[in-house]
């Protein structure tokens, strides 16, 4: 796996303080960890099969970075948890049902002394979102499919996007790989512009297909600029910084 990771110093210090969320994630943990801490301080990885289906794999922690020391695990919820079917009497429908487990470790940053939050949690990637009241810095996602063995959730379609956006700081990022992907015709579809390379293509290198990446605009006034690179795993994985929409008054200040 290629880790060449490009990202302005102003944008890492934009983010400092806040949060990443990375659904659908299983044994992807440490890229992030590596490209955004200790200026991001907590990591929240979301995963229906964490402690349970793939409940052997082992998961890759700071631990195994140079530099980390753990200093305290909690864990909430049962490790073990099967997936239910459940009736709503409300809406007259079944559902999936999990029961959450969240484990937290912290770390210390021996380098600059920070702390880390590093959080797995066994639940659902779309319902945590929707959920939590937090606004994040970064939301990360990558390595995923329709197919089998993927979430199968399109995480990248217009609506979805949206919401993603309404959960990120005014110049928070996304960090993605294009996987499950939107429509052709929509305006990010540059999100996976390198997404599907032809057999035998040879790619651009990172700094040449940043500066491909146009900036565009979404119906909510929301700016989009690609601003780094985060290494590839399964394709190139870009970061773009997304702006909420700037009042007439406040781009004159
Ligand atoms: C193809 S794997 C991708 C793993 C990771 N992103 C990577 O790059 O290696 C898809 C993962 O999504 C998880 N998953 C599927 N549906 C989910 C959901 N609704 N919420 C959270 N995780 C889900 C699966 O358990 C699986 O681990």
Known sequence: MKENFIIPQNILEHIEGTSLYYPCS???????????APYINDFLF????????YSLLKIPTPKELPGYRL????????????????YDEVKKEYYLDL???????????EQTGKTIKFRLKRGFG?????????????????????NEGGSGITWLNKKRLSNICSKLIDGGLIVT?????????????????YHFPRKNDILPNP??????????????????????YAGERYGPTFIWQVFQERKEDEVKK
């Open 26 to 36: 299983l044994r992807d943990t440490l890229s992030a960890v590596k490209l955004f």
């Open 46 to 53: 979301v995963d229906k099969c964490y402690f349970s289906g």
């Open 71 to 86: 200093i305290s695990r909690r864990r909430k919820g049962p490790v073990r948890a099967e997936m239910t079917e459940k």
């Open 99 to 109: 029961e959450p487990c969240i484990v937290t470790e912290t770390y210390i940053h």
């Open 126 to 146: 779309e319902y945590t979102l929707r959920n939590s009241e937090n606004k994040y810095g970064v939301f990360y996602y990558r390595g995923d499919t329709v």
């Open 177 to 193: 790989d294009g996987s499950n992907r939107g429509r052709r015709k929509d305006k990010h579809n540059q999100f996976w512009k």
């Open 207 to 228: 700094e040449e297909m940043i500066s491909s990446m146009e900036p565009f605009k979404d119906k909510a006034g929301r700016t989009f600029t690609c601003v780094g």
